[in-house]
C-alpha cells in the first residue's frame, strides 16, 4: 500500500500536466494569440541572408543526423521560414541529409516553401539531396559542400553529434555567417564556439514555434512553461513544508505530494 501511495503524486502530476497542454493548444486553434519572446539568434537569420545575397554566395541548411521526430520536423520548420526568406532575393539553397524518410519530407517542405513565397519556378529538386546515413560519412559530404560552394550562411538545426565541430569549423573557415542549435547539450559548447549564434536548449523548440506560430506548437510551448511554473511552486512550498513542521497537520498533504 505505501509503494501505491507513493505513485499518486506522479500519476496526479501527469495529469495536470497533459491537461494544461491541451487547454493550452485548443485556446491556440481558437485564435488566442500567445506571446513569446523573440531569441536573439532569430534576428541572424535575415543578417545571414542578406549577406549571402550581397555575396551571391549559396546558403547551406543541415538538420544533422535527425529523422522523422520531433527534432527533425522542428528543424524543418525553422528551414521553412529561412527558405521563404531566401526566395525573396533569389538566393541558392542547398539541403543535405542523412536520412531517407527525413529527406523525403525536407523535399516537400522546400517546394511548399517556394510555393508559399510566391517563387515556384525557383525551386531546383537538386537543392535537397540525401548524403549518406553515416555519421562520417555525413559529415566529409557536408563539409566537402561548404569548400566547393563557399557558402554564406549555414544554418545547422536539428540532433547533432561528433560531426558537429566538423561543421561549424568548416563554415568558420570559409568566412559563413553560422546559426545553430540543438536539444543535444553535449554539442553545444562546440557550436557556441565556432558559431555566430546558437540557440541552447528549449530554446530549439520555441524558436520554431515562434516562426511558425502554428497553434499546436505555440500551444504546447505555453502549457509546458505553466507546468514549469507549477514544478517551481511545488518544490518552494514542499520545502517549506518540510522545514516549518509546526505549522500544522494541513501541511502534511502539501508535503507528501510535492515531496514523496
Not at 55 to 77: D, E
Not at 81 to 105: E, H, M, Q, S
Amino acid at each position: 500500500m505505501e509503494h501505491a501511495a507513493d505513485k499518486w503524486p506522479a500519476a496526479i502530476f501527469i495529469v495536470v500536466w497533459s491537461l494544461a497542454i491541451l487547454v493550452a493548444i485548443i485556446r491556440a486553434q481558437r485564435g488566442k494569440n500567445y506571446f513569446i519572446r523573440r531569441i536573439p539568434g532569430l534576428n541572424a537569420i535575415d543578417e545571414a541572408v542578406g549577406r549571402a545575397t550581397e555575396m551571391g554566395r549559396p546558403i547551406l541548411m543541415v538538420p544533422g543526423l535527425s529523422g522523422i521526430g520531433v527534432v527533425g520536423i522542428q528543424a524543418l520548420a525553422i528551414f521553412s521560414y529561412i527558405i521563404k526568406t531566401a526566395a525573396k532575393f533569389g538566393n541558392r539553397i542547398i539541403l543535405p541529409t542523412a536520412d531517407p524518410a527525413l529527406y523525403t519530407v525536407a523535399e516537400e517542405v522546400v517546394r511548399d516553401s517556394y510555393n508559399a513565397a510566391g517563387r515556384p519556378e525557383d525551386f531546383d529538386p537538386n537543392s535537397v539531396y540525401f548524403l549518406s546515413d553515416r555519421q562520417f560519412a555525413f559529415a566529409s559530404g557536408v563539409a566537402g559542400t561548404i569548400f566547393r560552394e563557399k557558402v554564406a550562411a549555414s544554418f545547422m538545426f536539428g540532433d547533432f553529434f561528433a560531426e558537429s565541430l566538423i561543421f561549424a569549423e568548416t563554415g568558420n573557415q570559409v568566412g559563413a555567417i553560422q546559426v545553430a542549435g540543438t536539444v543535444q547539450v553535449t554539442q553545444i559548447p562546440f557550436f557556441i564556439a565556432a558559431c555566430d549564434y546558437t540557440i541552447i536548449g528549449d530554446e530549439y523548440y520555441a524558436a520554431s514555434a515562434y516562426i511558425s506560430r502554428e497553434p499546436t506548437l505555440l500551444g504546447s510551448l505555453v502549457g509546458q512553461d505553466f507546468c514549469k511554473a507549477l514544478i517551481v511552486l511545488a518544490v518552494i512550498i514542499g520545502t517549506i513544508a518540510i522545514s516549518i513542521p509546526q505549522l500544522g497537520p494541513g501541511w502534511f498533504f502539501i508535503k507528501w505530494f510535492t515531496l514523496s
